[in-house]
């Protein structure tokens, strides 16, 4: 599924097999999660991506000629020379290349990966479960350790990432604060569902002041709302890759030792790190699943918020796992 400028909707192409060159896998996909980083590089948000584009990077696939599954992200390449890379920063790579962005990715029956920045796989997930792991967990998770030690967290925006995040945050011993859409009361169901102690809209104040709040929602409006809601000393993290612009404030808001901060990209340590504590939590992820060619009604599900949990393409017949 191919997309050949922005807003254009995704079409379905016949494409050759890629070919894997030196250091690289040649990868048959069974599972593509659908990011709402995708939905921002379909609307133009994201500037020069590579067009055309196979849009995708929460893949998970089969070596080609090996029986081994790996997990592939958004983070598909960088120097390894630069400043960042040689402090332990790689996220930050200036040369960086992403999957589905600058390369293609997994919206297609095969792909290609840099071995290097390829994920070992817990075993016990399928194909559906696991892909979600690969950015809307590894993302939350980045986020979550931004968060330091903080008991009572908010989560704005309770879809892909938040519904991963709840269950790492209540395995640490966390409280989580659910907040959503105002009308959306299946989602603060949902929350409530998955350990919210409480779940409104972002609207609204908590009934107790939180140590830290992630948000996921690309709003940014619910900036200065989050900063209201923190004790002293609490931490906004601002998860998302693009937000709206966020609305000037009082100083007050961020007086008394208050942090504003994003979150860019991920580590392999990062991975590498979650993926160990997926199965000791035991992570579970929520997944709708649509075929290859339903991408477009996948990604405008998720424009709408129909989606409760994370949106996944099921391209391939998944193979077994232990």
């Not at 048959?28 to 500037?47: I, K, M, N, Y």
């Not at 919210?196 to 948000?215: F, K």
């Not at 008394?256 to 990062?270: G, I, Q």
Request: hydrophobic content about 40%.
């Amino acid at each position: 599924m191919v997309l050949d400028r922005p807003r254009a909707p995704l079409t379905p192409v016949e494409l050759p097999e890629p070919a894997a060159g030196p250091g690289e896998l040649l990868v048959r996909v069974h599972a593509c999660g659908v990011c709402r980083t995708d939905l921002h590089v379909f609307d133009g948000e994201l500037p020069n991506p590579k067009l055309p584009l196979v849009l995708g990077h929460q893949i998970v696939g089969t070596v080609v000629g090996e029986s081994r599954r790996i997990g592939i992200p958004w983070l598909g390449w960088t120097d390894r020379e630069c400043r960042y890379c040689r402090s332990g920063r790689e996220n930050l790579c200036d040369h960086a290349r992403f999957t589905g962005y600058d390369v293609d990715g997994g919206y297609a029956e095969y792909t290609v990966v840099d071995e290097r920045y390829s994920l070992t796989l817990p075993e016990g997930y399928s194909a559906l479960e696991a892909a979600p792991l690969l950015c809307a967990g590894l993302i939350g998770y980045r986020s979550l350790r931004l968060t330091g030690d903080a008991e009572r967290l908010g989560l704005y925006g309770f879809g892909a990432s938040a519904h991963i995040v709840a269950q790492v945050a209540r395995h640490e011993g966390r409280r989580v604060f659910a907040f959503t859409r105002p009308d959306d009361e299946e989602g603060q169901a949902f929350a409530r569902q998955l350990g919210a102690v409480w779940a409104s809209g972002s609207d609204e104040l908590p009934p107790e002041e939180l140590d830290a709040a992630i948000i996921f929602a690309p709003v940014g409006e619910l900036v200065p709302l989050a900063l209201r809601a923190l004790a002293k000393g609490g931490s906004v993290v601002c998860a998302g890759i693009h937000m709206t612009d966020i609305p000037t404030f009082p100083y007050e808001l961020l007086w008394e030792e208050r942090v504003l901060r994003s979150v860019a990209n991920l580590t392999r340590r990062d991975g590498e790190e979650f993926l160990a504590l997926a199965p000791q939590v035991p992570l579970r992820a929520v997944v709708e699943a649509f075929p290859l060619e339903g991408a477009n009604e996948a990604l405008e599900s998720m424009r709408s918020g129909r989606i409760h949990g994370s949106a996944v393409l099921e391209v391939a017949p998944d193979e077994p796992t232990s």
